[in-house]
Each structure stands twice: as C-alpha cells, then as structure tokens.
C-alpha cells in the first residue's frame, strides 16, 4: 500500500473518530449523563496529535497510537457493558482498530521515504 492512501485513510479515519466521539461525549453532557467537564476532558487527548495528522507528520503518527489506545479500552469497556449503546461501540471499536493498524504503517513507510528513522551505532573500532 502506497504512503498516500495510507495518510489519507489515517487522516479521514481521523477526523470521523474525533466528531464520532465528540458528538457522542457531549450529547452524553447534554443528557446529563455525564458533566460537560467530563465530556471536554475526553475529547481534549484527541486534539494533541491533529495538526500532526492533518500535515502528514510520521512521527505523529507513530506516537498517536498511544492515545486511541485510552479510546480502544473505552470502546470495547462499553461493548462489553453495552445495552443500548452497542451499534456506536462497534463503529467506535472498529474505526479505532483500522487506525491503530493504518498509524503505524503509514508512520514506517513514510518514514522511509524522507530517510526517518533510528540510526545504528557504529561498531567501536579496535584499538
């Protein structure tokens, strides 16, 4: 798979989990289910790496992984206790499972091509 795709289905993915669950969040506000306080602090992890996203930046997308992890447990937390919720935690586990699979490959490959990445020690010469 080229690096372009993949950045554009990162990037698309993206954007729909952070309105997806912005909208989810503060109707839960609304509702009063939660506080809005509550429903802001869940949303505020997912704004650090959108800039990132949105230029295209690997390294962003290597370490924005970590945070859909704290989303992947919310989402299979609420498919497990789901009743009434259970289409959105299926939308909400599934969108968060092909991010944390596009992420890193997109983070690899395109990290590859501008010539990213850890460079090896050189080996001590013997004296």
């Given at each position: 798979m080229k690096s372009s795709s993949l950045f554009q289905l990162g990037r698309i993915g993206y954007i729909a989990l952070l309105l997806l669950l912005s909208a989810?969040?503060?109707g839960q506000g609304v509702r009063?289910?939660?506080s809005v306080l509550f429903s802001v602090l869940w949303i505020i992890p997912l704004l650090f790496p959108l800039a990132g996203i949105i230029k295209g930046n690997p390294y962003?997308?290597?370490w924005a992984s970590f945070i859909l992890?704290?989303?992947m447990l919310?989402?299979?937390t609420l498919?497990?206790?789901a009743e009434t919720d259970l289409a959105f935690a299926l939308i909400e586990v599934g969108l968060i499972a092909a991010l944390?699979?596009?992420f890193p490959f997109y983070a690899?490959?395109?990290g590859r091509e501008l010539g990213l990445g850890l460079k090896k020690l050189k080996e001590k010469t013997k004296e």
């Open positions: 989810w969040f503060i009063g289910e939660y962003t997308y290597a992890c704290l989303y919310h989402g299979l498919l497990y206790l944390l699979v596009a690899r490959i395109r």
